[in-house]
């Protein structure tokens, strides 16, 4: 977050852009997160893959690690063929998945309501 932090800090449109660039990703993280759950229900491997990747990518930017860590342990539990355990993985991803919205809500909302801004 210290990188939205700097670019919301430096000019006076970088609030309204960094509320912006939140509800993108998290509409984009929406998205994906419930495409991985009819891929699972397809038993799409390459498509949970695919998903999981394109997600952690984007993680990072935002500070959550521990998305970023379950979205990596998906991929390489589907690429290396080791479905046991698949589901809980997914399932943590998901509860993760909220806990990520609810803080960069609360960031949002705390950001946008400073009143020296």
């Known amino acids: 977050m210290r990188a939205i932090t700097q670019l919301a800090e430096s000019d006076e449109l970088g609030e309204q852009f960094v509320a912006e660039v939140i509800d993108v990703f998290l509409a984009d993280l929406s998205e994906r997160v419930r495409a991985i759950g009819l891929q699972m229900s397809h038993d ?61 809500e609360a960031y949002r909302s705390n950001r946008m309501r400073r009143p020296d801004r």
């Open 44 to 104: 799409d491997r390459a498509g949970i893959a695919a998903t999981a990747h394109a997600v952690k990518g984007s993680c990072g930017h935002f500070g959550a690690v521990r998305l970023m860590e379950l979205l990596h342990e998906i991929e390489g539990r589907v690429r290396h063929e080791q479905t046991d355990g698949l589901q809980t993985a997914v399932d943590s991803m998901v509860a993760e998945t909220e806990r990520v919205r609810a803080a960069l």
